[in-house]
């Protein structure tokens, strides 16, 4: 007991175990979510459209409730029985999936839907052990990479419950009880992350829930900006939510369905540079910098993404290289975004909030996004494979995300820098926030 409390006293011990302890719950979130995406649901239709199209766009809407709700729920969370709330919400998420293990098809899509209600919740709740300190962006970044590893990490044990006899009904749940323990040590070790200290507060302000008054003085107060970032955050969650939902029928399309592995072997080295490149971002001391560099990290996945996609549809490039660099330039983009960008906007403004807010109204915009892109892919209308759709949505995205990535960086340091011209001993969000 006294060896764990002189771990959690050192500093750089705390946030290396803080960052691994989210990462790990979070990885043991996506076992109760991402699994059922590993089968295929072979031939089956109803209501006109693909069974397992109809299984996605369930829990999607699902998650997408969830955000609508995690707008209000997570910036106004306080830090009294978060670890009590997670565990509600997984086991409920593992009840849905139990649901739609027994229910018969198509009458199981509302348990898909039951099980995104919670899961949306998982990732602010987990944030906000994590936000206001110098190392938040070491921590969100060992926290982020899971977003990565995770989906490939679990629908590569799903399809491993599939080998072994499970049928596709029963793997989602399986599959998600098998890394229940995991996820319980890894809200302990989270329960038991000390409190920012001053000198957190100091360089990143304090961080406190908001309320809906708050909420709508701060959307006031950046408006421009939130909504460059948005619509740039919906597109990054429209494609990467559509080549986690169906990498295995653009994997089958490629020729390389067989290959169950073939998940964690391409999104493995993709998760550690960037967990290097965001976790990097600590030592960048100035807000303002940061939040540019931001900015630039953004602006360099998402073109990344389009030029491999051209070499690819040009024939320059092999399959799972595409494969490999569409993955690293959306979620170049997608990770510093998650863990850096709405921390250094806060950090940047001195202002006393948390990143709840800001993180929840993006999300639900890019899972409606999402809903609204496989909705298009299933109408028939563009007669397009798989992989062609993909590829379309990452070019769209490679235009539209620079675009927009570019105008908020030029607005966010208009903004700071017009701020501390006039006022540059005041936190510029002083009369906003507090």
């Not at 106004?76 to 009840?95: M, N, Q, T």
């Not at 995770?150 to 098998?178: I, N, Q």
């Not at 030029?307 to 983009?333: Q, R, S």
């Amino acid at each position: 007991m006294n060896a764990a409390r002189t771990l959690w006293r050192s500093p750089h011990t705390a946030s290396v175990l803080a960052g691994c302890a989210a990462m790990s719950a979070y990885l043991c979130m996506y076992a109760f979510r991402r699994p059922f995406t590993a089968a295929t649901f072979s031939g089956e239709q109803f209501f006109g459209l693909d069974y397992k199209a109809l299984l996605v766009m369930a829990q999607i809407v699902g998650y997408l409730v969830s955000k609508l709700a995690g707008i209000k729920l997570i910036s106004e969370l306080r830090r009294v029985g978060r670890g009590r709330f997670l565990l509600i919400l997984i086991s409920f998420a593992a009840a849905a999936l139990l649901g739609f293990a027994v229910v018969p098809a198509p009458w199981n899509l509302v348990f898909l839907f039951l099980n995104g209600l919670p899961l949306g919740l998982v990732w602010g709740v987990l944030f906000s052990y994590l936000e206001g300190r110098r190392a938040t962006e070491l921590m969100g970044a060992i926290m982020a990479s899971s977003l990565i590893f995770a989906s490939g990490f679990t629908k590569t044990a799903g399809r491993f419950f599939l080998s072994l006899g499970v049928s596709e009904y029963w793997m989602p749940l399986v599959t998600g009880l098998a890394f229940a323990p995991l996820l319980v040590a890894s809200i302990v070790l989270l329960e038991r992350l000390p409190a920012p200290d001053e000198t957190d507060r100091a360089l990143r302000g304090a961080r406190v829930p908001m309320s809906a008054d708050v909420r709508r003085r701060f959307a006031r107060h950046f408006l421009p900006g939130i909504a460059m970032m948005v619509l740039c955050y919906t597109a990054l969650t429209v494609v990467r939510d559509f080549r986690d939902s169906f990498e295995v029928e653009v994997f089958t399309e490629l020729g390389y369905g067989n290959r169950v592995g073939l998940f964690t072997q391409i999104e493995t080295p993709i998760a550690f540079a960037l967990l290097l490149c965001t976790a990097a971002l600590m030592l960048v001391r100035d807000n303002l910098r940061a939040l540019m560099t931001v900015h630039a990290m953004m602006f360099t996945g998402v073109v990344v993404a389009g030029v491999a996609t051209l070499a690819f549809e040009m024939h320059w490039l092999p399959a799972l290289w595409w494969l490999g660099l569409i993955g690293f330039g959306l979620y170049l983009a997608y990770v510093p975004f998650t863990c850096a960008f709405e921390e250094r906007l806060m950090a940047t403004f001195q202002g006393s909030g948390n990143v709840g807010f800001m993180m929840y109204l993006c999300d639900a915009s890019g899972y409606l996004g999402s809903i609204g892109v496989i909705m298009l892919r299933e109408s028939g209308v563009l007669h397009v494979s798989w992989t062609g759709f993909l590829a379309a949505c990452v070019l769209v995205l490679s235009v539209l995300g620079a675009i927009c990535v570019a105008a908020s960086a030029v607005y966010f340091s208009y903004k700071a820098r017009r701020a501390a011209a006039a006022a540059f001993s005041v936190p510029v969000l002083a009369g906003v926030l507090k």
